[in-house]
């Protein structure tokens, strides 16, 4: 493909998204990124939140957390580059030690990811002995090493079924374990809160975590929309608080998220998730009008562009290192994840 034909192949999706001297500078990135990519033998595995302009034009797989580790999990490329945060580049790691791995940012990381660590898991199975403990992909591989199995956005309810445990610790976002509570019909504590809630019967135990995107939409926002734009529908992530998932008319992963739109025939969404995602889903559905609040950004998932990518390549930087002993412990929370679906 030639530069011009990659700048037609954007503008046919982002001609209403993107300004076009833009477009044209990005064209020249991406087919520079898809050269090198061949050259080296590289996958560029791309989060459903990256911008249009890098979404749209490099990545062989996009997706959500746990579609991205499948694709981690079956390429036979030399190098994987991770267009998405420092815990997604991990797992691709941890499922491919022989393989490079790289993430375009150093600082790409992530709040609910650095809410929790080793110490505070191996803390809470001394407290709650021969519980089982299930956490979120959003945790770095050490969190990880110290799980039974790991879950995401798009199977938790899933997951912790699958234990047949009577008591579940699930880790660290407090919103999913709560949404997790209220799908499951299970009663939650938050063991650091303390008090009389710890001596209640009890069937989920979670942490304080929090996605700080997702815990700033409020029900608020969700009625002040509503009531300009009578014929919205609401979609919200499940890291979004209970209560917005209670007033929101769909609550599932990016990807669940993007399918509704996708599969619906209503004129007019509310996302409640990271921004670029509303980018990419209205370029995918001209016929239909994304509203997003775009106050709220994910400073981590924007760090990743079309020119850190290419000086990735370039480069060969930042390579994922993830310690032996803690990858092949991690390795067995997040396969038994995969399996599980
Ligand atoms: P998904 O697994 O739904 O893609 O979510 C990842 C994430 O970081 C959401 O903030
Ligand atoms: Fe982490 Fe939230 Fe950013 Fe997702 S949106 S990477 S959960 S901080």
Redesign the pocket.
Known sequence: MTIQEMYLKMKEKLRDVVPDPELRIKAELAYEINRLKAERNAVILG???MEPALYYSIPDFVG???ELSRKAAQTDKDIIIFCG?RFMAETAKILNPAKTVLLPSEKAG?SLAASITAADVRNLRAQFPGVPVVTY??TYADVKAESDVCC???NAAAVVKSLGSDVVIFLPDEYLARNVAAETGKRIIFPRKGGADVQADFQLVGWEGR?E??EKFTVDDIVNVRKQFPDVLVLA?P?CSPEVVEASDFSG???AMERFVRESKAPRYLLL??CAMGDNVAAANPDKEMLRLCNIR?PHMNQITLEDTLEALRKTRYVIEVPEDVRVKAARAVERMIAIG
């Open positions: 989060h459903n939140y959500d957390s746990l945060v992530c992909v959003n995401t956005s798009s996605c995107v997702h992530h890291e992963s990016t990807t998730t990271e994910c």
